[in-house]
């Protein structure tokens, strides 16, 4: 069974830029749910969505975006890039709640320039 | 208070030792809790998962849990350098649909 696929691996970007994370669930897993993990703050959440719906919000500013595909396919959006976005993106799937075990991408590496 | 608790460590521990990993919490309607282990470089993966109060056991490791003193732990029973990680303590926010909290992790150090 495949597991979660994330792309790309690595993104270069400069400030101001704006960027799209793409991620893959396991097959049959319906709820994504996406993170940001940088060395001070560990893995901080994003949001999450099952069924094309957003049922979760962390607490990061209306910059970052995401949305979830029929196929539950989910993509993150970061708008007017800033230093600070550099980090390891890390998307999540689980079978329906994000309280089930979710089982992590390899992530996508933003460095911003 | 922060919501996941861990001591960031090293934990230092000798080939064929057992590690103890500690995880303490702040949310009392927490439900679920499970431990990740990331290796340098990579991303988490899933080792251990706990929803009810008592021990749980799989292979060399076992998970505990106390809800009464929101505390969850962790031991490696015969701990090998290839255990030497961060892990990764997570917990579910209040309620049936809230998300994964994770603490800053701990980083395991196994010495042969």
């Known amino acids: 069974k495949a597991g979660v696929t994330q792309t790309p691996r690595y993104l270069i970007k400069t400030r101001g830029q704006q960027v799209t994370l793409s991620c893959s669930p396991i097959?049959?897993?319906?709820?994504v749910s996406w993170y940001q993990q940088t060395p001070g703050q560990g893995l901080q959440f994003l949001f999450e969505?099952?069924?094309?719906?957003?049922?979760n919000k962390g607490n990061f500013p209306g910059r970052f975006s995401g949305r979830q595909f029929s196929n539950s396919r989910s993509e993150m959006n970061v708008s007017t890039l800033e230093l600070g976005d550099s980090a390891l993106y890390l998307c999540?799937?689980?079978?329906?709640?994000?309280?089930?075990?979710?089982?992590f991408g390899d992530g996508t590496r933003l460095s911003i320039l | 208070q922060k919501e996941v608790e861990q001591n960031s460590g090293p934990l230092s521990v000798p080939e064929g030792a057992i590690a103890s990993l500690n995880c303490t919490y702040s949310?009392?309607?927490?439900?679920?809790f499970f431990w990740y282990r990331q290796y340098s470089g990579k991303s988490p993966e899933l080792i251990m998962s706990?929803?009810?109060?008592g021990d749980k056991e799989d292979g060399r490791f076992t998970a505990q849990l106390n809800k009464a003193s929101q505390y969850v732990s962790l031991l490696i029973r015969d701990s090998q350098p290839s255990d030497s990680a961060t892990y990764l303590c997570?917990?579910?926010?209040?309620?049936?649909?809230?998300?994964?909290?994770f603490g800053k992790g701990t980083k395991l150090s196994v010495k042969p």
């Open positions: 999540a799937s689980s079978l329906r709640q994000s309280n089930q075990p979710q089982h």
């Open positions: 969505y099952f069924s094309e719906t957003q049922r």
């Open positions: 997570a917990v579910t926010r209040g309620g049936s649909q809230g998300n994964l909290i």
């Open positions: 706990i929803y009810s109060n």
């Open positions: 097959s049959g897993h319906r709820s």
């Open positions: 949310d009392r309607g927490s439900q679920s």
